[in-house]
Structures are given as structure tokens and as C-alpha cells.
């Protein structure tokens, strides 16, 4: 039988002594205000790219913040990905993490017994993980790179494994198209509306815009504690919609996604939408059904997603005018007639299968 690697994060709380966690969070601490200096130097310079943003930050991060070499690089790397959304203001980090790869950590295995050696500004410290059975388990595949968080008191390892799933002869593709009017629809019949969503993002935009203009101490903590509201907001409300798709699923189902590579270029708004529709909601809700597939062994494929839009599933004629309004295709050759979105999903199931040697969603 034919294997998929599946990728699942590992959370284990650290079973601290006083001395190893005070170095982890002098470490972290460190860690937070390198990213906050290459920020600020990132946006004052408006360089957003990794390998500029080395050149002008590593040297002083090493000899101001002490980080080891790696962690040095870990921090710039954080940096330029938070700035692939949004340039328009310096970011903040305030959060306590750090973010590890396997050379900034060990994974020690002894008879089900686990420990972690995690570098630090003073070293490498030793730490137990106070894990559970199912913890265990998934520990025992290789490690691919982890994260270091902290919640009160303690501290936790967020740590990413890959391990091996069976991948089903699917014979049946379903298509997934994400969008703004309808969050998530599927070719298999399942929907979820984007009404709720974008009305939801709109009260949490108005709210921060009031804040803004306060621009009061008291004020600038509830914009903080308002960010944080709306971003587990947002993750709960792409988790539910991930979660009930996928148990949507039946044996035999491959997920066909869109190839989401410069998405932000191919979704036409107005400037004034910007605030409030993001390409999260893509790219996040896209990631959530791919991991949850893979837990399910449930195979996942990208396609290129071009002309899906313009695309009649029935007479094969691609035309721009075929799709007559964001809500309504209809096609100027045979006059077939759907919902846009629901279209778009069957153009992608059929370009997953592979159904037709002509090739869909081709131009003539």
C-alpha cells in the first residue's frame, strides 16, 4: 500500500527546574526583543527580504542580544514572514516565543522516557516533557522543527513531527473553492456563506478605527486585547468550518485545492476592502483542511486554479463573460447556469481527476 506523509504539531508542557527555565526565558526574552530591533529596521528601511534584512541585522543581533547563530537567523526569519501581509506598519512582537530548528534542538528518547536540549544564551539546557501515551506515540516519528510558547507559569514545546499515513486509491476528487461570498464550497455539495464573517470583520474594523483615534494608554491596551479577541475568533470559526468539511468527506475522497502561490495578486477588491479581507482566510483555511485531511488519511492535491472561474463544466468553453456577475455563471455557449462558486469547485474536482485529455480550464 502506498503511503502520504501527514505533519502534525505535538504540544508538551516542559517539567521545569527553577535554574534550566529562567535560562529558557532569558533566552525568549532575548529572542522577542531581536525581533522587535530587526522590525523596526525592516520597516524603517522598508527591506522586507530575508536575506537583505541578514545583511543588516545579523552582526548587531549577535552582539547585542547575545542569540546563538541559529536563533539569530530564527529571528530574522519571523520577521520578514510577519511583513508578507502587511507593510503598512512596523510590527510589535510582545508575545513570549522563540522559534527552534533541529539544530537549536534535541528530541532525547530513552525507553518512552522524553527530554528536549533546547541552545540558550548560556548553553544547552535538559528538560523533561510531561506527555501522555498518545503524546509518546507521535514523538517517536522524526522531528522536523519546534516552537517554544509560555502560558502563566509554565513553559511548553510545540513540536512538529512527520510521520506516515496510508493513501487510499481515491477514485472520487472533490473540489474546494474559498472565497468572500461563500467562505467554503465544495463539489460535493457542502457550503458554507461568508455573510456572517465579513460582517463580523467589519464590526472588529470599526471598533480598532475608534480605538485608533482615542489613541489614549487606556485605549491603546483595548486595541491590544481587541486584536487578540479577533484572531481567536477567526481561528475558531476556520477550525468549525475545516473540521465539518472534512467530516463531509467519504472513503475513497481526494481534496483538490487551489494553488494558492500569489493569491493576494488574483483577488480583485476595492482598496477599501483591504482592511477587512485578508488573504488569511485563503491560505489558513486552506492549511487547516490539508492537516486535517492528512490525519484522516485523506489525500490532498493543488491545481493550478486559472480559468476555473471562466470555465463551463458541461461544453468545455472558457469565456470571461461566461461568468456574468461574483455570484452567477452562465455560459454563452450551451447556456448552462450555476452558482459561481459552485462551478469553480467542479472545475477544480475535474482538474484533479484529470477527466479530461484536452486538458480543462485550458484555452483553446
Known amino acids: 500500500m502506498n503511503m502520504m506523509e501527514a505533519i502534525k504539531t505535538v504540544v508538551c508542557k516542559l517539567r521545569e527546574m527553577e535554574e534550566e527555565a529562567e535560562k529558557i526565558r532569558e533566552t525568549a526574552i532575548a529572542f522577542r526583543d531581536a525581533c522587535n530591533y530587526i522590525s523596526e529596521v525592516a520597516f524603517t528601511k522598508r527591506c522586507f527580504n530575508s536575506v537583505a534584512l541578514h545583511h543588516f541585522t545579523y552582526r548587531t543581533v549577535r552582539e547585542r542580544y547575545k542569540l546563538p547563530a541559529n536563533l539569530a537567523v530564527r529571528a530574522r526569519d519571523r520577521v520578514a514572514k510577519s511583513y508578507k501581509q502587511n507593510r503598512h506598519r512596523q510590527h510589535k512582537f510582545r508575545q513570549l516565543s522563540m522559534d527552534l530548528d533541529k539544530k537549536l534542538f534535541t528530541l532525547l528518547r530513552n525507553n518512552g522516557d522524553f527530554r528536549i536540549s533546547i541552545a540558550t544564551l548560556h548553553g544547552r539546557v535538559k528538560l523533561a516533557l510531561d ?13 522536523r522543527d519546534a516552537k517554544i510558547t509560555f502560558r502563566d507559569d509554565d513553559i511548553y514545546v510545540h513540536i512538529t513531527v512527520r510521520y506516515e499515513l496510508p493513501d487510499p486509491e481515491g477514485s472520487n476528487y472533490v473540489g474546494v473553492d474559498i472565497g468572500e461570498r461563500n467562505i467554503l ?30 489613541g489614549t494608554s487606556s485605549a491603546k491596551r483595548k486595541l491590544k486585547r481587541l486584536s487578540g479577541k479577533e484572531n481567536r475568533w477567526a481561528n475558531t470559526v476556520l477550525h468549525q468550518i475545516s473540521r465539518e468539511f472534512v467530516d463531509s468527506l467519504k472513503e475513497g475522497d481526494v481534496v483538490v485545492l487551489e494553488d494558492l502561490t500569489g493569491i493576494r495578486d488574483r483577488v480583485k477588491r476595492r482598496k477599501n476592502d483591504r482592511a477587512n479581507f485578508h488573504s488569511w482566510a485563503f491560505r489558513k483555511l486552506s492549511t487547516m483542511i490539508e492537516y486535517k485531511c492528512s490525519e484522516r488519511g485523506i489525500p ?8 476555473t472561474s471562466q470555465h463551463c463544466p458541461r461544453c468545455g468553453v472558457i469565456d470571461k463573460r461566461n461568468r456574468r456577475t461574483q455570484a452567477l455563471f452562465r455560459c454563452i455557449n450551451c447556456g ?12 477544480l474536482s475535474e482538474l484533479g481527476a484529470g477527466s479530461n485529455s484536452q486538458g480543462c480550464c485550458q484555452p483553446a
Open 131 to 143: 506527555i501522555g501515551d498518545y503524546q509518546r506515540q507521535l514523538l517517536n516519528n522524526p522531528v
Open 185 to 214: 464550497v465544495a463539489s460535493n455539495g457542502f457550503k458554507r456563506k461568508g455573510g456572517d464573517i465579513k460582517a463580523k470583520r467589519e464590526h472588529y474594523r470599526k471598533q480598532r478605527q475608534t480605538l485608533q483615534k482615542i
Open 300 to 307: 490532498v492535491i493543488r491545481v493550478d486554479p486559472a480559468y
Open 336 to 347: 448552462f447556469q450555476d452558482n459561481a462558486d459552485l462551478v469553480a469547485s467542479m472545475n
